[in-house]
Each structure stands twice: as structure tokens, then as C-alpha cells.
């Protein structure tokens, strides 16, 4: 097992849609499917690019009503290539002897790169190379270099190269059948001696997309210049043509030099013009690979994170960074998009924003810290959107979509399509307003990481005030119990869409959003009494429309929420859980091969999952994760509520065995709450099923549709806190190293405020170097706190800080 490849030695169709998954390449900017050039899309084949940021709605008429989907939009494809030898065929993989195969995903280098021998029938026997790229030096630029070797023959070879931009969103089999064609033509041409552009505009949102492509061709290392015809097909294909005299045992290159913009990208007055002039300005392809290379050397050396001991482990936590860093980078902050669930890299959930950045943005907070502050823009930018959302549905404050694209509006669907059992039924899922909570929490673990005030001052106060301002128009005052009660609303767990027999959705005290809504108002009181002059205070109150009155009354619901709980210290998921039927999950294990679904399962047997224990991924466990144990504690004794040092392990002990895990999220989150527990051997497990939820697929075909970049950024977290020990204090990192016994040596950086450590640590020696940024200011003889299993060490920048571990640490 290479640590920095994904190496396929065999062509397997059945696998092959994960594949090109798992091979994406991009910047930030955009990603293009590790898709076959050669091949257009099919059952096994589904080649596509996504641009950040562009959607586009289109209506369908189904299940007797027309509903309305925000789609993340296929753009013109610009991998095409296909060829022939002499007035044979065109390359058809189906049709021809494959007589070796081989793909190579090199995360080190940032590059994909392909081996293909092939017999046809006339015995002609040729050796193609790719090498494709999505370059990390120059966000509106990829590459793809074609090598051809005739090993038994000379004759003549006809190739062509060209963009496409006919084509559907089609890479999720259940959306099929809603209407999916976003692009329509706009312009088309030549320029230069060896460029075509082409630019598609979607329908509704009227983004032009324009992508330029250059064709070189080489034999050996000599450029030619074959004559390049141009072959149209409306005005939405464009492609080069050109005719080779070929030779046995020589090698002959294209090289496709491309370069997209759309009308969305800030400074650019024609993106097709602008597309034009770039790909013009390219010399070839290894001037297009050189500073590609160069900028993955850099962020490597900041972002790997290096396990010696277990070879498994090592790649998938490379191959996570990777594509990590290609859905977001630091080009995302002239790009006014969020980060897509799936990354850029598929279509599934429409490439929608939901709340899985809470898993994400930890990543980059202790990275990249830019990024997370250009994606959190994106939240503020919608701000006015989440106002209007929650006007609409009778509230005040701000209350962010579950699901978002292009405008911040709500674009969860009104209905879902059940692909077990094939029938239509209403979607709830809207009703998690806990997405506002996650939204608040971004903010403040930004501002808390980082330390950056300017955008806490600017942007993320007014946030965090709005978002509770919404939360205190939702919980009702109960003269009853004399607690506040929240109501029609949905918790993490997503199988509980309401109560049994119900006709409206929702579900009254979900224990994770009240306790994490009282976190956000102690957040917000902060914010306003700590950290605020009067002036600034009273701006930020006036502008928000909040009274004095009204931030009484946060004070007021801090103290008195209501947090379902018996006396024996068991959280209840919600009002009503108890009373819920328990679920035969030794019965529905035998009966069926993968129950992660068993919300499916149910509806498809005439049953529902409201009616049941069960969940999809944790809920009130979701608590603990998210939150540190003081923080918990302090909620729990405010409101009145009994804690104790087994709350946790009650609890986990109970919601365990009643979920089915149908989320990539939740063996991460379990993952970490039995390491708390000292459940060394269940974490370890649990980590490992969170490492091979995406490079195999263990969610049974999703990841073919799009990553999942929530468990991807959950996994790197995981394997900070839980084995490397890390936390964050006020003013400095805490390390309590565990590492598992197959484990030699880990190796990391983070940033915390402005300063990088650099740390590794074995089981002898633990070292530690920190290096703060230049624009700081730091003095060199300042010495810097780390606290190392609770005790704290004052370190010099730019020296390295070892301490043995033997005596140290129980490993």
C-alpha cells in the first residue's frame, strides 16, 4: 500500500463510478471527475466539472404537484478526447482487447495519471498515457497530456480534442427523473492558432460558464503543427481535429491546455474573453505542472499529517486532506461560495450547504484559518436570506436553510423520493433548525482559533446575535413546568420527522438543539457584555432590532430551558422518545444485508421510523461532541438540571445500540465519545469504520455520487484529539498523546493564533517546534505556553522542544 497513491491495477466497471470519485482533481475552484477522457458518460462512465457557486433551479412536474430543485450544475466537459488508427473505429474500451490497464491518483504531486494497452482488430497493438492536473497554482487552469506509442505498427492517427457542453446532470440515478438539463448555448469559436473556446449559460440563474482550450501536439519532445480542423455540433460542442503520420515505437503527445471562468468571478467583465486570454498565455503543459507540483509541496509540508505503524491509516488520511484541500482552498476567498457536501466532486444532495461544515471547518481552522473565514463570508452574505426565512415562518432573528446554495434561501426539497420502495412522500428535513446552531458555532471556534477579532467585530458578533434572536422568538414560555419548551423542530438524528400519527412535522424539547441553543446565547451575552464598549454594544442592538428587554430574556432561558431528563440521568432525545416502540434489530439485521437505512426499510414495509427507537446517527451524543465536559456541565447546573461524572457514559451505553449509523458522521462522533469513555479498543474500531466510509464506499453506492466531506474533515479531527490528544485553551494547545500500540510515531502542524507547531511524537520522545508568523510581530526570546498533559511548558520560537515520553505517558 503506497502512503501517497491510489494505485488500480484493473479495470472494474462495477467499481469504476467510485473510482472517478475518489480520482477527482481540483482547486478550490473546480473539480473535474477522475473520469476516462475517452469515454462519454454511461452506466459505468460519468465525467464531470463543478465551478464553485454555480446552481441553477429548474422546475419539474411529479407526484402531482411541481416542485422546484436547485441543481449544482454539470459544466462543459472539458476532458474530451477520443482517437482511431488509420479509418478504423474510434476507441471504444467495449470494443477492443484491454491488454493492460492501470490508474494512479498521486496526492503527493496533485496529479492523475493512466496506462492503457490495447489491441484492435487488425492487431495494432498501442500504449496511451495520461497525465491530468487541476491546477492548485492558478485556480481557472487544468491540463491533460496524451501520450501515444504505436508498438507494432505505422500508420495514421486521427485524434480529437475538444470541450463539451452537451450534457445533463445525471450522476444521481434518483434525480433522473427530474428535469436536468441546466446549460443552454451561447457563444462558440476559434482563436489563435491552436484554441477554441465555448460558453453555456444555465437557464434560470443566467451564469455564463466560458472554457478555453489550447491543443499542442509533439512527437517525441519536437512540437508539430498538423493541421487542426474544427467540427461543431450545434453550438454546443466544439473540437479540434488533427491527423498523424505515426511510426512504430515513437511517441506522439497531445496536450489539452484549458482554462474556465464564468460570469460569477469577481474583476472579470467577459469570462470568455477572460478564459481566452489565460489559456493563451499558457507555454504548455509542464509549464502548467511545475508551479502545480510547487504549491502541493507547500501545503503539504503544513497540512500532512504523518502516522508511521499502519500503512492504511496513513493514506486515507492523506487521501482526506487531498480532497479537503481541492473543495476549499485559499482561492476560495475571492470565491463567494459555502462548502458543498459532497466537495466538488459529484452531484448528490445537489452540492447543497447543509451543516456538515461543522465537521469540516476544524480542519481548516488549524490550517488554513483564511478559509474558513472566506466560507463563513458566504454565511454572512445570506444573512439578510436567513432573516427573511425566518420572517416567513413566523420567527425573528436570523434562521439559516437546512439546505442552501446560490441565494441563502431554503432548497430542501417538499418531497423525497424513497428508492427502496420507488414512492414519494413529504421531506420534513427543513425542520432542523439546528443548522443556525451549527452556524453560530462556526463563528465563535473560528474567532476562538484563530483569534481573529476583525471578523468577530465585523462579521460574526452580528451573526451570533441574530442567530439567538431567532431562537429566543422559537422557545415558548410554559407556565406549566415554568421552563421554556422548543417546538416543530427536527434534531440531528433526521429518521424523527415527527410524532406517530402526526400531521404536521416536528418534534417538541430536541435536547441537543435546546442545550445548544442555551450555549449560543451565553455566546451572544458574551459578546455583548465582554467584549463590547457601550457604544459598540448598543450599534450592533439597534441595527439587529434587539431590546435591552429582549437580551433579558436570553438571560432568562438560559436558566430555565427545558431539557427532557429522568432521574436516573438519561437524556431524552426529545419529549415523547420514551414512548416510542423498541425496534428487533437482531430481526431486521437477519432479514436484511445493510440496515443503515432502516428509515427506508420501514417506510418501505408500511411502517415508520417515528414510531421507534431508532436512530440515524447520534443526537443527544451530538452534546458531547461538539461541546468539552465543563461546558455541558455548566448548562446542565444552570438550568437546574442534575450532572454527573456518568451522564455521558449512561448515555452512550443507551443511544448506541439504537442507532444504525446511516450517516458517514456517525461512527466519528461515537468514535470519539468511547475514547472519552476509555472504550480504547470500540474508538479504535470506530475510527477505522470512519476511515473507510468513503475509499469503500460503506454507505452502499453514495460515494460515487461525491465525497463526503464531513466525515473526511471528522476523521482528521478525530485522529488530533483522539490519539494525538490535542485540545485548545484560552491561550495554548494541550497535548495528552494515546497512541494504539501498531502505531510507531505521528507527525503533525497546526495553527493556533497565528502561531505553527510543529509537533511529533513516538513512544520515547515528544518534540515540539513553534514558529510564529512573520506579520506577528513575536519577539524571539517570548517564550510560548504548551501544555502537555497538564502541565504547562514554556517553549522559545524557532527551537525545538523535546520531553521523553516513557516516563510520561501510559501508552
Known sequence: MNPWKLIYNKFDPEKESLRETLCTLGNGYFGTRGAVAETPVSKVHYPGTYIAGVYNALDTDIASRTISNEDFVNCPNWLLLNYRINDGPWFDRSKVKILSWKRELNMRK????????????????TLVENCRMVSMSNPHCGGLRCTFTPENYNGQLTIRSGIDGLILNGGVERYRQLNNKHLQPS?????????????????????????????????????????????????????????????????????????IYTSRDQGVLDSSTAAQETAGQLENFESLLLPHQGKWKALWKRFDMEVQGDPFVQQVLRLHIFHLLQSAS??????????????LHGEAYRGHIFWDELYVFPFYNLHAPETTRALLMYRYRRLMAAKENAKQNGFKGAMYPWQTASTGEETTQVIHINPISGTWGP??????????????????NYYYLSGDRDFMDRYGAEMIIEISHFWSSIAKWNPKTERYDIDGVMG???FHEKYPAANRGGLKNNAYSNVMAVWVFKKALYILEEMMNAEDKNALLLKCEISETEVERWKDIVTKIAIPMDKSGLIHQFEGYMDLEELNWEEYRQKYENIHRIDRILKAEGLSPDSFKVAKQADVLMLFYVLNKDE??????????????????????????RTSHGSTLSMAVHAYLAEMLNKKEEALGYFMETLKSDIFDTQGGTT???????????????????????????DRISLNPKLPD??????????????????????????ILAEPLQETGFQANSKIPIEIRKKIHHILPGKPYNISTRTLFLI
Open 330 to 343: 485559499t482561492y476560495n476567498e475571492d470565491i463567494d461560495a459555502g462548502m458543498p457536501v459532497r466537495g
Open 704 to 730: 460515487q455520487e461525491g465525497i463526503h466531506a464531513g466525515v473526511m474533515g471528522a476523521s482528521l479531527d478525530l485522529f488530533l484529539r483522539n490519539y494525538a490528544g490535542l485540545s485548545v485553551l484560552d
Open 632 to 657: 455541558v456541565k455548566d448548562i446542565f447546573k444552570k438550568a437546574g438540571y442534575p450532572y454527573s461524572k456518568n451522564l455521558l457514559k449512561k448515555n452512550f451505553e443507551y443511544y448506541f445500540p
Open 427 to 444: 421531506d420534513y428535513s427543513s425542520l432542523q433548525r439546528h443548522v443556525s446552531l451549527a452556524v453560530a458555532y462556526n463563528v465563535w
Open 110 to 125: 496533485g496529479i492523475l495519471l493512466s496506462r492503457l494497452r490495447w489491441k484492435d482488430e487488425e492487431g495494432n497493438i
Open 742 to 767: 501498531k502505531w510507531e510515531s505521528v507527525k503533525f502542524s497546526v495553527r493556533f493564533k497565528n502561531i505553527w507547531f510543529s509537533i511529533k511524537i513516538n513512544k520515547d520522545n515528544l518534540s
Open 187 to 259: 457563444l462558440y469559436g476559434i482563436f489563435g492558432e491552436d484554441g477554441i473556446y465555448l460558453q453555456m449559460q444555465t437557464v434560470q440563474s443566467k451564469i455564463k460558464i466560458s472554457e478555453a482550450l489550447r491543443t499542442l501536439v509533439y512527437r517525441g519532445h519536437e512540437r508539430i503543427s498538423p493541421k487542426l480542423s474544427v467540427i461543431t455540433h450545434g453550438r454546443q460542442r466544439i473540437i479540434h481535429e488533427c491527423k498523424i503520420e505515426v511510426e512504430k515505437g515513437h511517441r506522439y503527445s497531445i496536450e489539452k491546455l484549458v482554462s
Open 492 to 494: 440531528p438524528d433526521e
